[in-house]
T-cell receptor, first 113, second 113 residues
Framework: EAAVTQSPRNKVAVTGGKVTLSCNQT?????MYWYRQDTGHGLRLIHYSYGAGSTEKGDIPDGYKASRPSQENFSLILELATPSQTSVYFC????????????FGAGTRLSVL | GEQVEQRPPHLSVREGDSAVITCTYT??????FFWYKQEPGASLQLLMK?????EINEGQGFTVLLNKKDKRLSLNLTAAHPGDSAAYFC????????????FGDGTVLTVKP
């Protein structure tokens, strides 16, 4: 079974503060992804990566940075958190390619006050 | 970019009834198609992925139909039971190496005993 672990599971942050969400995968997948999910909406892609050292912008990258220091780890960084970034964040890994099956972590619920 | 419209946003059926969820997409070059299930408070789990131009795939208690000519994907739960209550998301993948998925906004299915 594919394993993607996110931490923390819940986070409360203050406006203007820095937030780092971490993701670790033990699948040896090349690709990793960060999505956010808002109530009543599907998942929207923030950043993704093809491998260690690579980060790419997704569909909604503004206000977020990403870091892929190794094959296993992919972080999402909010340098100056805003209330509009209150959401549930999902990390996923996959082999890549058009038939890419994504394996999702359990999610991180972030509240920015 | 790709746009995916999913209907209906909410669906309530009685146990034993069928439930149909439909997605339409805009990019004729879309290549692979996925259905994910998300139980309350949990992560997304892959139900099925389909590929061919017109394909019917059967899983345990559900059928997936893809019609690329009409750019339409549907999920039919043939005899719903309360354990099927969850949010369901379709997702579409382009024919590239990115592995990026574009998700529909989801359907919250409630199956009443």
């Amino acid at each position: 079974e594919a394993a993607v672990t996110q931490s923390p599971r819940n986070k409360v942050a203050v406006t203007g503060g820095k937030v780092t969400l971490s993701c670790n995968q033990t699948n040896n997948h090349n690709n990793m992804y960060w999505y956010r999910q808002d109530t009543g909406h599907g998942l929207r892609l923030i950043h993704y990566s093809y491998g260690a050292g690579s980060t790419e912008k997704g569909d909604i990258p503004d206000g977020y940075k990403a870091s892929r220091p190794s094959q296993e780890n992919f972080s999402l960084i909010l340098e100056l958190a805003t209330p509009s970034q209150t959401s549930v964040y999902f990390c996923a890994s996959g082999l890549g390619g058009s038939q890419n099956t994504l394996y999702f972590g359990a999610g991180t619920r972030l509240s920015v006050l | 970019g790709e746009q995916v419209e999913q209907r209906p946003p909410h669906l309530s059926v009685r146990e034993g009834d069928s439930a149909v969820i439909t997605c339409t997409y805009t990019d004729p070059n879309s290549y692979y198609f996925f259905w994910y299930k998300q139980e309350p408070g949990a992560s997304l789990q892959l139900l099925m992925k389909v590929f061919s131009s017109t394909e019917i795939n059967e899983g345990q208690g559900f059928t997936v139909l893809l019609n690329k000519k009409d750019k339409r994907l549907s999920l039919n739960l043939t005899a719903a039971h309360p354990g099927d209550s969850a949010a369901y998301f379709c997702a579409v993948s382009p024919n590239t190496n990115t592995g990026k998925l574009t998700f529909g906004d989801g359907t919250v299915l409630t199956v009443k005993p």
